[in-house]
């Protein structure tokens, strides 16, 4: 497998990249070759001095898209940028996934529109990951690249983070739930409302209705599913608690050590057709390493095929 990494994007990019890449190297992912892309005699210096020889490719691209940048316009005029280039190889099959903690609206584009949304999907999604009390892992979904969402939307994303429960957190049986207002049948806004016997018709999910904010943390549902306005809303005050454990030295409990975003690495933008994930523009070395777990794993049990498959019914 061939797996592309934007050495350039990231606040701490490239040193951050290259020390996270040594770090999954060192884990004897031998299976694996990474493709680095970004400028070619800086890299190429970082990885002499991690002492990093062997499975690794460099690609340079010598232009980078900054966070301040417009999407579209800068992937359109910037073809040489770590992005652009990613994206090209991904789609020519030069490299199987591709990660990047780079621009996240060109990340985004190039994924709606390089890579294309899988046959079927109306809206690709992002989703984050739920810290459970049990110590267990749910998943929220949309959770900002869809703010505005239809009720077809937000069944098809239940369809979505139920194949990523299973695949790639190893949840056999998940359930899922609809955020609302309340637990009641007809509660909530028009959206909910009209989601609800959508979900439960749905064959492919374990629907138990809706669900409050207070079972957030709860082991009630493994999937969450509402529009990407709510989501990212959620999303921004769960990385709060985190800054506030920290504030007030809670953060070493192990708890809420689960929130810092570095266990997780990035999302994956779920319904296009390879994979595609996007870090934090913070991302340090751990936050690296588990991007590139995450597209090792999505590349080995071909999620992307699952979910096509699904959708081809």
Request: proline share 4%; aromatic share 6%; with cysteine.
């Given at each position: 497998m061939n797996i592309g990494i934007d050495m350039m994007g990231g606040d701490y990019a490239p040193s951050e990249a290259v020390k996270g890449l040594h770090l999954f190297l060192s884990q004897n992912h031998i299976g694996a070759k990474i493709v680095c892309i970004g400028d070619e005699s800086i890299i190429h210096s970082l990885l002499q001095e991690h002492k990093i020889h062997s499975s690794v490719q460099i690609v340079h691209a010598p232009e980078i898209i900054g966070y301040h940048e417009h999407p579209t316009k800068?992937?359109?005029?910037?073809?040489?940028?770590?992005?652009?280039?990613?994206?090209?190889l991904l789609s020519t099959g030069k490299?199987?996934?591709?990660?990047?903690?780079?621009?996240?609206?060109?990340?985004?584009?190039?994924?709606?529109?390089?890579?294309k949304?899988?046959?079927g999907i109306q809206r690709p999604t992002i989703a984050t990951i739920i810290p459970k009390l049990n110590g267990g892992t749910g998943l929220l979904l949309d959770v900002g690249l869809n703010a505005d969402?239809?009720?077809?939307?937000?069944n098809q994303f239940a369809i979505l983070g139920n194949l990523y429960a299973q695949t790639i957190l190893g949840i056999q049986h998940p359930t899922t739930g609809l955020l609302n207002i309340g637990e009641e049948e007809g509660k909530g806004n028009i959206l909910a409302q009209a989601t609800f016997p959508l979900l439960k018709e749905n064959q492919q999910i374990s629907f138990i209705?809706?669900?409050?904010g207070r079972d957030f943390f709860n082991d009630k549902a493994d999937v969450?599913?509402?529009?990407?306005?709510?989501?990212?809303?959620?999303l921004k005050m769960a990385e709060s608690i985190y800054d506030i454990a920290e504030q007030r030295e809670l953060h070493h409990d192990a708890y809420y050590n689960r929130f810092h975003y570095q266990n997780y690495g990035g999302t994956p933008v779920l319904g296009v057709a390879?994979?595609?994930?996007?870090?934090?523009?913070i991302s340090n070395d751990i936050a690296f390493k588990n991007m590139l777990l995450l597209a090792e794993?999505?590349?080995?049990?071909?999620l992307c095929g699952k979910i096509k498959e699904s959708f081809s019914v």
């Open positions: 800068a992937l359109k005029e910037k073809q040489q940028s770590s992005i652009a280039i990613g994206f090209h490299i199987d996934a591709f990660i990047s903690a780079g621009n996240t609206g060109a990340m985004l584009v190039g994924a709606m529109f390089t890579i949304p899988i046959e969402c239809k009720p077809e939307n937000l209705g809706n669900i409050e969450i599913v509402c529009d990407g306005f709510t989501g990212n809303i959620i390879k994979p595609v994930i996007i870090g934090h523009g794993k999505m590349i080995e049990s071909d």
